[in-house]
């Protein structure tokens, strides 16, 4: 159906994003990209389904073979000016005009794919649709082309907890083969029967790819099970040859120190002494020459940890708030609101897209800082803290000191960031970087609470279980707006839905999580 064969992508500046990469797409394939942000997912779904969007920013070698023309794409963003079109021309214009001979099959398409959006709502701009809805919708718009491949390019970054069962439903339910990528964990193990994982190695100089045929939680545990046996594998092998190289040492000091007190008068003994050393010597360049295996540097090896602190007490009350009313404007989103935040509490929070969450995070940070509390925010626009002018290192900086910097920058390298990296401006970073970047910010301030909106949803799903026992450990008190089932089960202990009529604690009831 289609055919990649010896891709090849690098970057203006000499850097490999992929490298060599081949593999088919064929009927019944539910295939999903995954890997660090920046490793390349997003430029392989362009050059598969749009490549002329980066075919004069990237050098590309091999070849891309099938009914291209036939692939549905759905890109990571809307642009603006999509975003600014009413509903009904998003979805029926072609080349400049409206056709609407195509309505009655967009109704179907649309009460087959339960949009639920009533006609009097056609003329709504996309900026005002929820995440679920957009999706939706872009989903009809390709659907009305009749695709035989989909490529949906990190499609449940917007989605709300219902629109992610529904989307699961979409994919394992549609004849068509589809190609996605993905951070949701939960949706990956439900839905690929296939994995490709794009890696950047070796302080990102060295780029890897797998692709195999079997499902995330396979994948996984082999991948793991891969990775000890190499580790045990190069620790082995690396104690063999210090064994080995002290056991030389001995030979060779014995002999250096009968070269240097040989007597002249025995050039005989002298010549058998300086052949040893050049034999030695060959020994050593042996032993020194022998492949190594070397130690996996997998993207999940990474490391991020508070420092140990005295846990707040249980009886702290960190945040106590009630708000009557939670508004937009003079739009009314909840009511009767009351919230109340004690000790090392573990808070999540969920609710429909549009629902206030992000509004309502903003409140409360807004109020505990008031009651004195120390805060820490990350918040879902990584852009509303980050200065993109700055880099990494200067944003972390508080104090200056030449310790302070060398530690903002070891945590920067446990991260897997290189030294450019650190140095460039945030505003050339991903979005996986950024979340990183706060993360980090996190860990070297001095707060008692945590307020965090969807922190993980740009970082890779193998890079999770770090950022979940970093969170684990945390002495204070965290709340967190999050859609990643796996995290909200790991993580949050109270869990709330933020409802038209105030909040409900679902903290027993998992139905909404798995």
């Given at each position: ?7 090849t ?18 009927a ?11 490793n ?9 389904a ?12 091999g ?23 009413t509903?009904?021309d ?18 179907r398409?649309?009460?087959k ?10 003329e ?7 995440g ?9 718009r390709l ?7 989909l ?20 994919i ?9 990528v ?35 939680d ?7 099970y891969?990775?000890e ?11 063999e ?74 009886q ?15 739009r ?27 509004t309502y ?5 807004q ?9 820490g ?25 030449k ?5 903002i ?12 990296e ?12 950024k ?8 860990v ?13 949803r ?5 890079t ?15 709340l ?16 709330y ?6 909040l ?11």
């Amino acid at each position: 159906m289609l055919t990649l064969q010896n891709i090849t992508i690098t970057t203006p500046k000499g850097r490999v994003l992929v490298n060599d990469l081949s593999f088919s797409i064929q009927a019944g394939d539910k295939m999903a990209i995954i890997g660090e942000e920046g490793n390349g997912k997003s430029t392989l779904c362009k050059l598969i389904a749009a490549p002329s969007s980066i075919i004069e920013t990237l050098i590309v070698e091999g070849k891309v073979t099938g009914d291209t023309k036939r692939i549905g794409y759905l890109p990571q963003w809307l642009q603006e000016e999509e975003l600014n079109t009413t509903m009904i021309d998003f979805v029926l214009k072609e080349e400049g005009w409206v056709d609407y001979e195509k309505l009655t099959e967009m109704k179907r398409w649309m009460a087959k794919l339960d949009v639920g959006i009533p006609e009097e709502r056609y003329e709504d701009t996309l900026d005002r649709m929820s995440g679920g809805e957009r999706i939706k919708i872009q989903l009809v718009r390709l659907m009305l082309k009749e695709p035989e491949l989909l490529v949906l390019d990190e499609p449940t970054n917007d989605l709300d907890l219902t629109a992610l069962r529904w989307f699961e439903d979409f994919i394992l339910t549609t004849a068509l083969p589809i190609l996605f990528v993905s951070h949701d964990e939960t949706l990956l193990k439900r839905c690929a029967n296939r994995i490709l994982h794009l890696e950047q190695t070796q302080r990102k100089t060295v780029p890897l790819w797998t692709c195999v045929s079997c499902g995330y939680d396979e994948y996984v545990s082999t991948r793991l099970y891969l990775i000890e046996r190499q580790t045990t594998l190069s620790r082995k092998q690396k104690a063999e040859y210090e064994k080995q190289l002290e056991k030389w040492r001995q030979i060779y000091q014995k002999v250096e120190h009968a070269q240097s007190t040989i007597s002249r008068q025995d050039p005989a003994g002298a010549r058998l002494l300086k052949k040893k050393i050049k034999n030695l010597k060959a020994v050593r360049d042996r032993l020194d020459g022998e492949e190594k295996i070397k130690k996996p540097d997998p993207e999940e090896s990474i490391t991020l940890f508070f420092q140990e602190k005295e846990p707040v007490y249980d009886q702290k009350c960190l945040l106590d708030d009630v708000l009557p009313e939670l508004k937009i404007g003079d739009r009314v989103l909840s009511k009767n609101l009351a919230f109340t935040i004690y000790g090392r509490a573990r808070i999540g929070l969920i609710g429909d897209n549009g629902s206030g969450k992000t509004t309502y995070l903003a409140h409360l940070q807004q109020k505990a800082r008031e009651r004195g509390t120390s805060v820490g925010y990350m918040p879902q626009n990584y852009d509303e803290r980050l200065p993109l002018s700055s880099t990494a290192v200067e944003f972390l900086t508080q104090d200056g000191t030449k310790e302070e910097k060398t530690r903002i920058m070891t945590y920067l390298g446990n991260l897997k960031f290189t030294e450019e990296e650190m140095r460039q401006p945030i505003s050339a970073c991903s979005q996986g970087q950024k979340a990183k970047i706060l993360l980090v910010s996190l860990v070297l301030g001095d707060n008692d609470l945590l307020i965090l909106d969807e922190p993980t949803r740009n970082l890779s799903p193998l890079t999770l279980p770090v950022v979940e026992e970093m969170l684990d450990n945390y002495h204070g008190a965290i709340l967190a707006v999050s859609h990643d089932r796996r995290f909200l089960l790991n993580v949050t202990e109270t869990r709330y839905v933020l409802r038209a009529n105030g909040l409900e604690n679902i903290s027993q009831d998992f139905g909404y999580l798995v």
